[in-house]
């Protein structure tokens, strides 16, 4: 749970930023939450980590958050896609 607090808080922070430039960072941490859960637990992780996201992207108050949000979700969704 601690690895999954610590991701969904980055991702929270680096949304409220929305600096394209912490999108490296974004992925960094949402990697290190996957290497830290079970193989079969990845895509349910996954799912929530992208419910956060999709959570702070529509309460987003500025198109650069929401920008930013639909970027780390797109990498989201393209490691779903790598469990298939």
Known sequence: MADFEKCSGDLRRLI???DTNGVPMAERS????MAATEPSDRTGAL???QRVVQTHRDAATSGDQRDFAEVVNDY???LMRSFE
């Not at 949402?30 to 939450?33: P, V």
């Open 30 to 33: 949402i990697d290190e939450y």
């Open 76 to 78: 989201i969704e393209k």
């Open 47 to 49: 799912q929530e980590v």
């Open 16 to 18: 409220g930023i929305a």
